[in-house]
């Protein structure tokens, strides 16, 4: 490991720090180096609030150290008036005279900007240290900015002979075929802990009823996200409780249930949905959503090749017959849970080291 990465590392743990806090921005994490020593540190902590370059500068106790100091940055500094002024003029203004920065910002308005505005100030900058695993950082982030879309998670669980459920011929049989355990089940709540938004299809929320929250995890509850093109979920099914906002999707403007925490979005059903769908999700600030089913469902995104990484939990158990789980293709990673294991297809070859 380089000096430069080392230190590029040691921003890129900072940024972590804001995982919860900043979507749909990005994380971002900052240092100063004077003399081989970080004499200030900082991220951005929270959705609208200072850049972590701001962070890291105000840190630092003599500020006249900054005109011999490198600022190292895990996302190319920002040179807009956004909910902040912009990170290069602070830079600048503070004489620093070398700036490392692990990749470059995709969001259109700032990239290769920032750098060039740094460049014709005459900073020193040095680009792409350890760029995989700060593009990886920020997957969803890159995703947003390069297709301005909501990264895609999809999530099921299947039987050890590939069904995702018992076949349930008609609406009122409702119980569900067991096939995640505790320890599985735990881990999707700590996944949607990791979104904004989660998504299912009108035949689950009717055949399932689920609430969609977060329960066995820590942390907010992702907006709850559904189909009901002919109003036909009943009005006081868990999705619309007031645990969590919710939107639907639907034909009819006038739809049957009204309540505060509820927003019904008319589309096309004539048109392809998967993508109106995205593309309203992203317009509502949602970067992130979960499509935890059914079958109908996976299948769209996965046939629209609408998707980014899927988590497949593999069960020990048998179900003989039923309804065929989705297939999927993609880079394949397994992880081992205890009991059962998940596996995890990704679209894009990216690494995995911050998994
Ligand atoms: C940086 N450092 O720590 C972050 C940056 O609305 P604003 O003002 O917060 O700007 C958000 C945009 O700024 C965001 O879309 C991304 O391009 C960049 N984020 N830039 O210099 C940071 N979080
Ligand atoms: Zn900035």
């Known amino acids: 490991m380089t000096i430069d990465e080392k230190y590029i590392y040691r921003c ?10 900043v979507r749909p921005n990005p994380m971002v994490g900052a240092i100063i180096v004077h003399n081989d020593r970080i004499i200030g540190e900082g991220y951005h902590r929270k959705f609208g609030e200072p850049h972590a370059e ?11 150290l900054l005109q011999e100091a490198t600022l190292y940055v895990s996302l190319e500094p920002c040179t807009h008036y956004g909910k902040t002024p912009p990170c290069t003029e602070l830079i600048i203004s503070k004489k620093i005279p070398r700036v490392v920065i692990a990749t470059m910002d995709p969001n259109p308005m700032i990239s ?3 750098i060039q505005r740094m460049q014709n100030a005459g900073i020193e900058i040095k680009e792409g ?4 695993e700060a593009k990886e950082l920020n997957r969803a982030f890159f995703v947003n900015q390069l297709c301005q879309r909501p990264y895609i998670i999809l999530k099921w669980a299947q039987s050890n002979d590939g069904f995702i459920d018992i076949m349930r011929s008609s609406l009122a049989e409702k119980t569900p075929a067991k096939i995640s355990n505790e320890i599985t089940e735990t881990i999707v709540h700590k996944i949607r802990t990791q979104v ?3 998504m299912v299809g009108t035949h689950t929320v009717i055949k399932d009823n689920p609430r969609l929250t977060v329960r066995k995890w820590f942390g907010e509850n992702p907006i709850r996200i559904v189909i009901d093109r ?3 979920i009943p009005s006081d099914a868990n999705i619309f409780n007031n645990e969590a906002k919710t939107l639907v999707f639907t034909e009819y403007p006038d739809y049957h249930v009204k309540k505060e925490n509820v927003k019904p979005i008319v589309i096309d059903f004539s048109k392809n949905t998967t993508e109106q769908i995205m593309k309203h999700v992203y317009e509502e600030n949602i970067g992130s959503v979960l499509i935890e089913g059914g079958s109908r469902m996976l ?7 609408l998707w980014d990484e899927a988590y497949i939990e593999i069960s020990s158990k048998e179900l003989k017959n039923g309804i065929k789980a989705p297939r999927i293709d993609g880079d394949k990673i397994q992880i081992k ?6 596996q995890i297809h990704l679209k894009n070859k990216i690494s995995r080291n911050f998994l």
């Open 54 to 64: 701001v962070n890291a500068i105000n840190a630092v106790k003599d500020q006249l």
């Open 230 to 232: 002919k109003c036909i």
């Open 129 to 132: 240290i350890l760029e995989k």
């Open 12 to 21: 890129l743990q900072l940024a972590r720090k804001g995982e919860a806090f």
């Open 299 to 305: 299948t769209s995104f996965i046939s629209d090749n």
């Open 196 to 198: 904004q938004g989660i």
């Open 112 to 114: 290769g900007k920032g």
């Open 337 to 342: 849970q205890y009991l059962d294991s998940f």
